[in-house]
């Protein structure tokens, strides 16, 4: 019988790949997390079975409406009389702007009226709603 | 001198603490990342936009009216129970309405009135069956 070789690390398995397929989940997971944390304001948005999921979600700005009333542009929190002012500074920076309403299922309607209002005295008419496209 | 223990392997790094840090943290990452579902979109043109050239004929106008349990009342007359996400009935019947109007070279144009306290949710319900039937011209009236 032929002699074994000798390898002195023949009973360490070769761990590198393993650890470059980790350190990859890793960093996908931090990258996920801090998004997620980075750009929502946490709402339950409404279920819409005929909505669609956009391929481009460039030139809008996101407004959200929480259950309470309160309004947010982008992830600060403002009061209605400001928002106007802000659609219509973004209208003259994207003419084609549409403005994203995150609006909580359970707000009522007056507070969505009243974004409504707001963006057409910025001169946006159009108005997406965020929607889930089923509940699961 | 002392002798050293494992001759063999001293030129290897012991990974081992690295890997269990690694894990950890892999799984507290994880653990604490909830995937986020994706956002959809349902789409409104407010009125405001659409400049009609002056010939163009009256569209058929159709109203509905939310209360504010969610029941949905199309031209006066109620048509789904309160509660439900999907609004077959209603459905139904905007898809023949708009049929005809289709057949008689009519626009459908639906004039939306929400009880100023119903929820958000019942809204978007009947935005959902309009988009399902494909009447584009929606209007907010005072509920």
Redesign the interface.
């Known amino acids: 019988m032929k002699p074994r070789p000798i390898d002195e690390t023949t009973d360490l398995p070769d761990l590198t790949p393993m650890i470059d397929i980790v350190f990859l989940l890793i960093v996908f997971f931090m990258t996920v997390a801090n998004m997620q944390v980075m750009q929502q304001v946490e709402i339950d948005v409404p279920i819409a079975e005929s909505s669609t999921i956009p391929e481009d979600r460039a030139n809008r700005i996101t407004v959200t409406l929480k259950d309470d009333g309160s309004i947010y542009y982008g992830p600060t929190l403002v009061v209605l009389d400001d928002l106007p002012a802000i659609i219509s500074q973004n209208k003259s920076d994207v003419p084609s702007l549409k403005v994203y309403v995150r609006a909580d299922a359970r707000v009522p309607f007056k507070h969505v009226r009243e974004v409504f209002a707001a963006t057409a005295k910025g001169g946006v008419p159009d108005v997406v709603f965020a929607t889930f496209q089923s509940d699961k | 001198m002392k002798a050293r223990h494992s001759q063999?392997?001293e030129d290897?790094v012991d990974?081992t603490p690295?890997?269990d840090i690694?894990?950890l943290?892999?799984i507290f990452?994880?653990v604490?990342?909830?995937?986020?579902?994706?956002?959809?979109?349902?789409?409104?043109?407010?009125p405001?936009?659409?400049a009609a050239p002056p010939d163009t004929p009256l569209p058929e106008q159709h109203y509905i009216d939310?209360l504010v349990d969610g029941t949905v009342l199309l031209n006066g007359m109620p048509t789904d129970n309160p509660g439900q996400?999907?609004l077959p009935n209603l459905t139904r019947t905007l898809s023949q309405l708009k049929e005809s109007s289709d057949r008689a070279g009519l626009k459908t144009l639906v004039i939306i009135q929400?009880?100023?306290?119903?929820?958000?949710?019942?809204?978007?319900?009947v935005?959902?069956?309009l988009?399902?039937v494909g009447i584009t011209s929606v209007s907010?009236g005072e509920?």
């Not at chain 2, 929400?114 to 319900?125: C, F, K, L």
């Open positions: 063999i392997h290897k990974l690295m890997i690694v894990f943290l892999l990452f994880m604490t990342t909830t995937i986020v579902k994706e956002e959809a979109d349902l789409g409104v043109k407010l405001s936009s659409m939310i996400t999907s929400p009880d100023p306290e119903t929820y958000q949710q019942s809204v978007v319900n935005l959902n069956a988009k399902a907010f509920g």
